[in-house]
């Protein structure tokens, strides 16, 4: 039992879709947790220090399809140094959708036109940024 570490992480979901996220810490500090999704989505998943600053991002713009899934974490940050305990874990999923309306002062008959493909995103407080390319 020596090589067991408690951890303690509280899990924090942003998420625009509800996620049912539960953990469980196992040998050599990994962490496994389980989520279900309603709908097929894309999803991220990282950790955080509690004032917020990311030192593991877990996997990003992964799609995944509706139902549990079950994910580990290694209990490394992103340079490999191993985390210490009390951190979040976040899991961020959606599935966005849009159409095209045409813009203000458009008087083109086709309202139809080219899209640039989403990339990533990203939420601070009530603001959302996309990247696009």
């Given at each position: 039992m020596s090589n067991l570490r408690n951890l303690f992480i509280t899990v924090l979901l942003q998420v625009l879709l509800p996620v049912v996220l539960s953990l469980q810490a196992t040998a050599q500090s990994k962490v496994s947790f389980s989520f279900s999704l309603q709908t097929r989505s894309s999803t991220s998943a990282g950790v955080f220090k509690k004032d917020g600053?990311?030192?593991?991002?877990?996997?990003?713009?992964?799609?995944l399809n509706a139902g549990s899934h079950i994910k580990t974490w290694d209990g490394l940050d992103n340079e490999g140094m191993s985390v210490q305990d009390n951190y979040d874990i976040k899991v961020l999923s959606n599935n966005l959708t849009y159409n095209w309306e045409g813009v203000i002062g458009n008087t083109l008959s086709n309202t139809r036109g080219s899209f640039e493909r989403i990339y990533g995103m990203a939420f601070s407080g009530n603001n959302g940024y996309v990247a696009l390319g």
């Open positions: 600053t990311l030192v593991r991002t877990i996997w990003s713009g992964e799609s």
